[in-house]
């Protein structure tokens, strides 16, 4: 970290705090800042909530969040988020923190990947085991197309009529998207490249990608990508490589590339926050991190004692909540119930019992 902001390029939004990861941990961070009265806005490199839960156990069942005595990762989430709506946080996904200054007041500027400039009071980091990121081709030359012709998971995509869209991919995602893009791009010529013609999906979207393959919607092409093929600074074609070891060409105007994601734990390793084994240290009693004002919780700390469940995720967001209130408000924060307060029952939106 600095103790210096360059000059920002875009206005900076001026929030209480940032939480930098929407995994249960993040969500449920989120919601504590909401309760002690804060503004909050929550970053995170997917393009929707879940983090973890979402993406690696979204259909597993999980036994031990208190209360619930089973619920998939997508229930979860759901939950969490159905929860979590009151509180009205400013959303930033699809990117990542990618600075992280400290200015003279003692406030913190996050920059985004995506240009947004953050000025906060107070921050914190509910990674888990790093920001879930796209994996990515190792193909010479690729990544000079990243944003116009190549697409990593992408939302969605401008596509004209009678473009080659060519996803890549074995997995429900990529499936999923070769779908997506020929129900709504029907003059589009779409290809959906795997290593083998096998693909890992749901039975209902492979019965549909099959009903697409019979009518020509849908082209399937068993290869590997070797090399590409460019033309006055556009991308071509892909060189690729059949399963009987023999070449082939595929033209395309668009790549969409679905290969799954991994985590990474980016640029926090150079924020100058003391860390042992690639994750945060904290003091147990506020989850700050060596610099004040900075929390962590979740996967991403560690401390004497630490045991990476969720439940404990959310114990370390609620002490971490009531630490950053009282050192912003300089003052011991007045603990309150849910069952009885009338200030978090406004803050939920929910009628207060004593109410005419």
């Given amino acids: 970290m600095s103790d210096r902001a360059a000059p920002p390029t875009v206005p900076a939004i001026d929030t209480d705090a940032v939480v930098i990861g929407a995994g249960p941990a993040g969500l449920f961070q989120a919601f504590q800042l909401g309760l002690q009265g804060l503004g909050v806005h929550i970053v995170d490199a997917l393009p929707h909530a879940g983090g973890q839960c979402a993406e690696l156990y979204a259909d597993k069942p999980i036994y031990?969040?208190?209360g619930i005595p089973v619920c998939t990762g997508r229930e979860l989430v759901a939950l969490l988020l159905k929860q979590l709506a009151p509180i009205k946080p400013q959303w930033h996904l699809h990117t990542q923190v990618q600075a992280l200054e400290?200015?003279?007041?003692?406030?913190?500027?996050?920059?985004?990947?995506?240009?947004?400039?953050?000025?906060?009071?107070?921050v914190f980091i509910a990674a888990g085991v790093g920001a879930f990121v796209p994996r990515t081709l190792k193909i010479e030359g690729i990544e000079a197309h990243l944003g116009r012709q190549l697409h990593y998971h992408p939302a969605d995509a401008d596509v004209s009529a009678g473009q080659q869209i060519v996803v890549h991919g074995g997995d429900?995602?990529?499936v999923a998207a070769a779908l997506r893009c020929a129900d709504a791009h029907p003059a589009a010529n779409v290809t959906l490249l795997h290593r083998r013609d096998v693909f890992n999906a749901a039975p209902d979207l492979l019965a549909r990608l099959q009903a697409l393959r019979d009518s020509g919607r849908i082209t399937v092409v068993a290869a590997q990508i070797n090399g590409i093929e460019e033309q006055n600074g556009r991308l071509t074609a892909l060189q690729l490589t059949d399963p009987q070891g023999a070449p082939q060409r595929l033209a395309?105007?668009?790549?969409w590339v679905y290969l799954g994601i991994s985590p990474r734990l980016g640029p926090i390793s150079d924020w100058g926050l003391a860390m042992e084994r690639k994750q945060l240290l904290v003091d147990t009693a506020t989850f700050s991190t060596s610099q004040p004002g900075i929390y962590a919780v979740g996967d991403i700390n560690h401390y004497a004692g630490k045991r990476r469940l969720i439940l404990c995720a959310f114990h370390e967001a609620t002490l971490a909540a009531f630490a950053a209130a009282e050192l912003l408000s300089g003052a011991k924060v007045l603990l309150q119930y849910t069952t009885t307060s009338a200030r978090l029952h406004a803050i939920l939106g929910v009628e207060h019992p004593g109410a005419s």
């Fill in 64 to 66: 031990d969040v208190p």
């Fill in 102 to 122: 400290t200015l003279a007041d003692g406030r913190f500027l996050l920059t985004t990947t995506s240009g947004a400039q953050l000025r906060a009071r107070c």
């Fill in 252 to 255: 395309l105007d668009q790549l």
């Fill in 172 to 174: 429900e995602d990529a």
